[in-house]
């Protein structure tokens, strides 16, 4: 069994040691931008919290129908107990659209991350735990957090160089990323 330097990249927060209250969730909504590549939207959380979520993202957005290949990226402007107020950017052209359906993928985390957890400009958190181990370790451990390993990277060049920067700026090892 192969093993190698690992750098856990946990999605999740959690300080201290137990498994992160987080919810993940899909929203269909229509959104329209007549005069930029821009707009604001509410996207529904269908679930009502207590209090609002500490922290959330928005992982994908992407049209309902497969046939249109516009392209967008979301940032999210503020979170409500039922809600997040989000801009959408198009960034396939830069220009507006019409209506179209949209399928919006998200998470909100329930609790503040502790100081151990990197935040990157996409919204998710990150841990570094310098441990040698194998792929199946590394699921065991994310698991046990309540994160999980990813096997596919980001495709965010500003999201990589954050992540290199911020958590591994003096170990040019492999790593996990999850």
Request: with cysteine; proline share 3%; aromatic share 12%.
């Given at each position: 069994?192969?093993?190698?330097s690992?750098?856990?990249l946990?999605?999740?927060?959690?300080?201290?040691?137990?498994?992160?209250k987080?919810?993940?969730?899909?929203t269909?909504?229509?959104s329209?931008?007549?005069t930029?590549?821009?707009?604001?939207?509410?996207?529904?959380l269908?679930?009502?919290?207590s209090s609002?979520?500490?922290n959330?993202?928005?992982?994908?957005?992407?049209?309902?129908?497969?046939s249109?290949?516009?392209?967008f990226?979301?940032?999210?402007l503020?979170?409500?107990s039922?809600?997040?107020?989000?801009?959408?950017?198009?960034?396939?052209?830069?220009?507006?659209?019409e209506?179209?359906?949209?399928?919006i993928?998200?998470?909100?985390?329930?609790?503040n991350?502790?100081?151990d957890?990197?935040?990157?400009?996409?919204?998710?958190?990150?841990?570094?735990?310098?441990?040698r181990?194998?792929?199946?370790?590394?699921?065991?451990?994310?698991?046990?957090?309540?994160?999980w390993?990813?096997?596919h990277?980001s495709?965010?060049e500003?999201?990589?160089?954050?992540?290199?920067?911020?958590?591994?700026?003096?170990i040019?090892?492999?790593?996990?990323?999850g």
């Amino acid at each position: 069994m192969l093993f190698i330097s690992v750098m856990l990249l946990l999605l999740l927060n959690n300080a201290f040691a137990e498994k992160l209250k987080f919810q993940r969730g899909t929203t269909e909504d229509f959104s329209y931008s007549l005069t930029s590549s821009k707009a604001k939207l509410t996207v529904g959380l269908m679930t009502c919290f207590s209090s609002p979520p500490k922290n959330a993202a928005v992982t994908l957005v992407r049209p309902t129908d497969a046939s249109l290949q516009h392209r967008f990226k979301a940032k999210v402007l503020q979170i409500f107990s039922d809600s997040l107020s989000i801009e959408l950017e198009r960034v396939d052209v830069h220009s507006s659209w019409e209506w179209i359906e949209l399928k919006i993928e998200w998470i909100v985390y329930l609790e503040n991350a502790g100081s151990d957890w990197f935040e990157a400009s996409n919204g998710l958190l990150y841990k570094y735990i310098p441990i040698r181990m194998s792929y199946e370790k590394a699921k065991t451990e994310c698991k046990k957090l309540g994160a999980w390993v990813v096997v596919h990277a980001s495709t965010n060049e500003t999201v990589l160089t954050q992540m290199h920067n911020e958590l591994v700026p003096a170990i040019k090892l492999r790593y996990w990323v999850g």
